[in-house]
Structures are given as C-alpha cells and as structure tokens.
C-alpha cells in the first residue's frame, strides 16, 4: 500500500506540475510583419533578423526632447516641441510593436527620414510610427534620430506594456514622431 500511495503522490504531483506550468510563448515574427515607410529599404534589404528587431532599448541614452533655439534675447533658449503621453482618440501599441519599429529606423542610421506634412514611417501590426513636420511644410532628419525621439515614448509613455505619445526626433525640433496604435 505505501508503494501505491508514493507512485499515486508522485503521479499527481507530475500532473499538477504540467497544468501549473506556463505555456510556452510565441515570438512574433517582426522581420515578415514589419511594413516600412514609403522609400524606406525592407527589413530584407537591410539583412535584419527577428533577433535584431526584438532587441531590448538601449539603456542610459538621454535624448533632450527636440532641439532649443534662440529667441529673440540671445541669451534665453526655449523649446520648439514639447513631448507627451497619449495621444487623443488613439491606443497604445503593443510594446515589442513598438520597439520593432524603433530598432527598424535605429539600424537606418543616417538615413534621411523625410516628412512633407505626415508620413507613416513604420507599421508593425496596429502599431503606427507617423513623422511629422513642426512649424514648417517640410523636415528631415537621419531616422536613428527618429527612432531616438520615438525611444523618449517607448521609456516615458509605457502603461502596462502599451505605448502612446509624441516627441521631437533627437535634435531637431521641426520633425516630431508619434506612436499609437491604430
């Protein structure tokens, strides 16, 4: 009998074990899903991988929010954009979405990200990377300053692993970049 009840123990436990166990998780496929912005090079093109576009954000990159001009009193500065979480009537993406995209336009480099009024610089899913022109009809930055201003939203705008809101490429004012799922 105590044979019996050690094997019952150890067969209930092993089942236990199973249905406690947590089922396997599936990495999405960002390297065939990952759409670029209109004369943008594919994901092909550039040779990246689904473990170049899963990467985790860079830590200790500090990124002042857009660039700070003169006013009128040489001596004073102030800023041409000013960043922020949420945007109205949009929901957050998915936070690896988002990071997708920024590894995308962090591997361009020094790419010029081109916006005339709005353009769409990377879709993954829902998840939505628009560049946008500030103050002027046109803007350009490389799209690693693109991906730097979107990294502001990825650190700051993160709300239980969704990201939405709005900054200035790094270093320049005139192209804000928004994040938000569609």
């Given amino acids: 009998m105590v044979g019996f009840t050690k094997s019952a123990v150890t067969v209930l436990a092993l ?4 249905i406690a166990a ?15 912005g209109p004369g943008l090079p594919s994901v092909k093109e550039l040779g990246l991988t689904n473990a170049d576009l899963n990467k985790p954000l860079p830590s200790g990159v500090e990124l002042t929010p857009g660039l700070e001009e003169r006013s009128a009193d040489p001596k004073e500065l102030f800023k041409r954009y000013e960043p922020f979480c949420g945007i109205s009537g949009r929901g957050g993406c998915q936070e690896g979405d988002a990071r997708a995209c920024f590894n995308y336009l962090l591997k ?14 990377c879709v993954v899913g829902k998840c939505q990377w628009y560049g946008r022109s500030f103050g002027k ?14 990294n502001w939203v990825l650190n700051n705008c993160n709300r ?15 192209l804000v970049v928004d994040i938000f799922e569609e």
């Fill in 15 to 18: 089942v236990g074990a199973t």
């Fill in 22 to 36: 947590p089922a396997p998780t599936t990495e999405v496929d960002y390297a065939s899903i990952l759409i670029p």
């Fill in 108 to 121: 361009l480099d020094r790419t010029d990200c081109q916006v005339s009024g709005v353009i769409r610089m």
């Fill in 137 to 150: 009809g046109f803007a350009s930055s490389w799209c690693r300053d693109v991906a730097h201003g979107g």
């Fill in 160 to 174: 239980n692993g969704r990201v939405s809101g709005s900054n200035a490429a790094g270093g320049n004012g005139n």
